[in-house]
């Protein structure tokens, strides 16, 4: 059983430009989530998939867009990036959407604004 | 809103020596809780989870936590701390909001492990 995988692993872009993450969640599993881990923080909730839909967003802005496929897996699109986006950015896949459903996370993705 | 409060930021212990992690949360109701570990540039393993009934529960790697309600304590023990231990540990709680489910995570606890 193949776990959640995340690519790229690091990644460097300047400020104003744009960037996509990729989630492949776990073999089954149709709802994802994602965070953003600042240095020294704690992973905040960005927002969730589940079917396809976004059903869920945590305190980011429009500018945090997000997809998922039919076969589950997940972008994470960020536009006109600042200094502070500069974070680990976690996806997390779940066999459902409730708060019961244990949420298998991914190694991340390493974002540097600059 | 739930919040998650883990005061030690940093702790040392020796290897082979008990260890105990504080969590307190903040849920108007009954909380999911859970209690992850992540290893530098690593993501984040599931330690253990407490939904409902028994409140002390066992976990991986040795580890246990305790729910106590009256405390909005949700503690990580470990009777004998190995130096692979050390990692970063976190606290979680994990809510219903409308249609989503969210991971409130603390800040964190570091641990190091001394020979």
């Known amino acids: 059983e193949t776990g959640v995988t995340q690519s790229p692993t690091h990644l460097i872009k300047t400020r104003g430009q744009q960037v996509t993450l990729r989630c492949s969640s776990q073999?089954?599993?149709?709802?994802v989530s994602w965070y953003q881990q600042a240095l020294g923080q704690g992973p905040q909730f960005i927002f969730q998939?589940?079917?396809?839909?976004?059903?869920g967003r945590g305190n980011f802005p429009p500018r945090f867009s997000g997809l998922q496929f039919p076969n589950y897996s997940s972008e994470l699109n960020v536009n006109a990036l600042e200094l502070d986006d500069s974070a680990l950015y976690l996806c997390?896949?779940?066999f459902g959407q409730g708060a019961g459903w244990e949420q298998y996370f991914g190694p991340g993705t390493r974002l540097t604004v600059t | 809103a739930q919040s998650v409060t883990q005061p030690d930021i940093h702790i040392t212990v020796s290897e082979g020596a008990s260890l105990e992690l504080r969590c307190n949360y903040s849920?108007?109701?009954?909380?999911?809780l859970f209690w992850y570990v992540q290893s530098p540039g690593q993501g984040l393993q599931l330690l253990l989870k407490?939904?409902?009934?028994?409140?002390l529960v066992q976990g991986i790697k040795g580890f246990e936590a305790e729910f106590k309600r009256s405390q909005s304590s949700f503690n990580l023990r470990k009777p004998s701390v190995h130096w692979s231990d050390a990692a970063e540990y976190f606290c979680?709680?994990?809510?219903?909001?409308?249609?989503?489910?969210?991971?409130?995570f603390g800040t964190g606890t570091r641990l190091q492990v001394t020979l």
């Open positions: 407490y939904f409902s009934g028994d409140t």
């Open positions: 979680a709680v994990g809510a219903d909001t409308g249609t989503a489910s969210k991971l409130t």
């Open positions: 073999s089954g599993h149709n709802t």
């Open positions: 997390a896949s779940s």
């Open positions: 849920y108007g109701a009954t909380p999911y």
């Open positions: 998939y589940y079917r396809e839909e976004e059903n």
